[in-house]
């Protein structure tokens, strides 16, 4: 029993790990950030803006592991102004995130190329695919959204 909870706990933080290093991964290759203080004119908020991905990417994952139940504040007004602004930047987030995926299509050769890959990167590429297709059927099939 012992073992198996530590390999499950092992098998839970290497597969964060992993996650966590491909989305900022990605927000970096594009230079996501660097590109939108560009384009408003705020260079000089750049080292803010990403402090804020990055506490926003700490709040998120905290709130996902420890979920809020119950009454988040006195006025229901609180309770509906949450999560309102939460889908809000999550959609801002989703929008910027999903415009800059187009980009890391420039960055795959680039990656392949550094690593000296130059037979199956098609199939490098399904694997990623596939394996995203999976754990997103995963998580939507054993309900694991619903403790969000």
């Known amino acids: 029993m012992f073992l198996k909870l530590v390999f499950l706990w092992v098998l839970g933080i290497s597969s964060g790990i992993m996650v966590s290093a491909g989305v900022f991964t990605v927000l970096f ?12 004119n705020t260079a000089k908020y750049e080292i803010f803006y ?5 506490a926003g990417s700490v709040l998120g994952t905290l709130l996902s592991v ?9 006025s229901k007004l609180m309770n509906t102004a949450l999560p309102v602004f939460t889908g809000i930047f999550a959609g801002i987030f989703v ?3 999903s415009i800059a995926l187009a980009e890391v299509l420039d960055g795959l050769p680039v990656f392949a190329r ?3 890959l130059k037979i199956g990167v098609s199939t490098a590429v399904a694997a990623i ?3 995203k297709l999976a754990g997103s059927l995963f998580y939507f099939l054993k309900d694991f959204y619903i403790g969000i």
């Open 66 to 74: 420890f979920p809020i139940n119950g009454h988040i504040g006195a």
């Open 29 to 40: 290759v594009v230079g996501l950030v660097p590109r939108f203080a560009g384009r408003t």
């Open 114 to 116: 550094r690593i000296k």
């Open 95 to 97: 929008g910027c995130l």
């Open 50 to 54: 990403e402090e804020c991905l990055i």
């Open 129 to 131: 695919a596939f394996g």
